[in-house]
């Protein structure tokens, strides 16, 4: 079993920065993926950026040059720096973990952590 949890959401002016953290508790294999998402409401939950053990990484267009994910595998750590954060990134922050040959959904997910911009 993985339990995660993340912490570092809050509200920023837009412009400004977060840094939100993902601590992972259980084994976290190599093969796992580690990915940020978020979801506003009525909204369904999507991909902002993920990170495989090795260091390979993607992230959907919106936050490309603006968003870093990075991954400390002896922490069980995985990290989303924002900046230059827009009124359009507010949502629920949620990390996962997922086995890199299965979906996202099949995976464990955190509690979520709130990221409010305003403009």
């Known amino acids: 079993q993985v339990y995660l949890v993340e912490s570092g959401g809050g509200l920023v002016q837009a412009g400004g920065s977060l840094r939100l953290s993902c601590a992972a508790s259980?084994?976290?294999?190599?093969?796992?993926?580690m990915g940020w998402y978020r979801q506003t409401p009525g909204q369904q939950r999507e991909l902002v950026a993920d990170i495989t053990n090795g260091g390979s990484t993607s992230y959907v267009d919106p936050v490309k040059g603006r968003f870093t994910i990075s991954r400390d595998n002896a922490k069980k750590t995985v990290y989303l720096q924002m900046n230059s954060l827009k009124h359009e990134d507010t949502a629920v922050y949620y990390c996962?973990?997922?086995?890199?040959?299965?979906?996202?959904?099949?995976?464990?997910w955190g509690q979520g952590t709130q990221v409010t911009v305003s403009s």
């Open positions: 259980g084994t976290i294999a190599s093969t796992y993926v």
């Open positions: 996962n973990a997922h086995r890199y040959w299965s979906a996202p959904t099949s995976g464990y």
